[in-house]
């Protein structure tokens, strides 16, 4: 479990899609954790340089560097974890993910899906209504 009862977790999200960002960001949020987030690859590294994070929950296909070469300057810099979130579902793009780095990897169709994969799939997590725009 992801959760610090001390201190609330610092936590990016990068992903360039907000749905994803928003539902993933929010349950974080709910379970008490400081979340920071960012669309690109290079904005993300520029504020974990700033402001060091505790997670990186961190989408493959971005803007600008794509998330393999975050995740490769993430680990040449910081002992950051790092969860690789994709939308592709090759069983490969999960495996470059953790060749790049990534503690875990996995392919994700939804963002709730997304959400199951950070928390291990807990039972007690009880879904947000949907963001309205």
Do not use: K
């Amino acid at each position: 479990m992801l959760t610090n009862p001390d201190l609330p977790d610092r936590i990016m999200v990068v992903d360039d899609d907000p749905s994803v960002a928003d539902v993933v960001g929010r349950y974080l949020v709910r379970d008490g954790h400081q979340v920071e987030y960012a669309r690109a690859g290079r904005a993300a590294l520029q504020r974990i340089a700033e402001q060091p994070q505790d997670l990186v929950v961190l989408d493959l296909m971005l803007p600008g560097i794509d998330g393999l070469e975050v995740c490769r300057q993430l680990r040449a810099r910081w002992p950051i974890p790092v969860v690789m979130l994709t939308a592709l579902g090759e069983e490969t793009d999960r495996v470059v993910g953790l060749e790049s780095g990534a503690d875990r990897s996995w392919g994700s169709a939804s963002p709730a899906e997304s959400w199951r994969h950070v928390t291990g799939g807990s039972a007690s997590v009880t879904p947000f209504p949907a963001a309205s725009s």
